[in-house]
T-cell receptor, first 113, second 110 residues
Framework: DTGVSQNPRHKITKRGQNVTFRCDPI?????LYWYRQTLGQGPEFLTY????????KSRLLSDRFSAERPKGSFSTLEIQRTEQGDSAMYLC???????????FGPGTRLTVT | RKEVEQDPGPFNVPEGATVAFNCTYS??????FFWYRQDCRKEPKLLMS???SGNEDGRFTAQLNRASQYISLLIRDSKLSDSATYLC???????????FGAGTRLAVHP
């Protein structure tokens, strides 16, 4: 499978714990995006990487959230001190530099109890 | 006000019906426009891009009115497999950031 992959697919955690998600984009895609989707809403942009550089962050990304893409390939999204409001689907997408289409991974569903 | 607004539906239609979805966007500087399809508990997938001249892909026709900041999607001869949520999407800014509407749910019944 050469699409975008995300791990884990599901994560249940207790409030206050830290969680980390991983995204592996399509191999030749240098642009990588994180989005968050809650029930009944469309995905909301969180952050964007071009290669290893994080070029844009949404105001939704509080200081409890951090994202990295250390070698310009896979990316991680960490949430510290999780809150119930963090429960959502976290989607990763990637694209080629000049392309309009973003390809989404299957997402990581986070439930904070 | 949300940057992209859609009627949430649901639209319940019989097989073979024609159904139209509308969407408005608030940022007049928006550059590109799309419809994405999202099946239940799955990731969004690009259905089609939307061009000012209007474009068609099989049973699907998309229209853009930049003056009114309005986007539409028409589905003809609906199939059961068209049942999904249709997301209106706008690209804004220099980094290809996508702004999604909340989606319009379509249920096609026999």
């Amino acid at each position: 499978d050469t699409g975008v992959s995300q791990n884990p697919r599901h994560k249940i955690t207790k409030r206050g714990q830290n969680v980390t998600f991983r995204c592996d984009p399509i191999s030749e895609h240098n642009r990588l995006y994180w989005y968050r989707q809650t029930l009944g809403q469309g995905p909301e942009f969180l952050t964007y990487f071009q290669n290893e550089a994080q070029l844009e962050k949404s105001r939704l990304l509080s200081d409890r959230f951090s994202a990295e893409r250390p070698k310009g390939s896979f990316s991680t999204l960490e949430i510290q001190r999780t809150e119930q409001g963090d429960s959502a689907m976290y989607l990763c997408a990637s694209s080629l530099p000049a392309a309009n289409e973003q390809y989404f991974g299957p997402g990581t569903r986070l439930t904070v109890t | 006000r949300k940057e992209v607004e859609q009627d949430p539906g649901p639209f319940n239609v019989p097989e073979g019906a024609t159904v139209a979805f509308n969407c408005t966007y608030s940022n007049s500087a928006s550059q590109s426009f799309f419809w994405y399809r999202q099946d239940c508990r799955k990731e969004p997938k690009l259905l089609m891009s939307v061009y000012s001249s209007g474009n068609e892909d099989g049973r699907f026709t998309a229209q853009l009115n930049r003056a009114s900041q309005y986007i539409s999607l028409l589905i003809r001869d609906s199939k059961l497999s068209d049942s999904a949520t249709y997301l209106c999407v706008v690209k804004s800014g220099g980094y290809n950031k996508l702004i999604f509407g909340a989606g319009t749910r379509l249920a096609v019944h026999p």
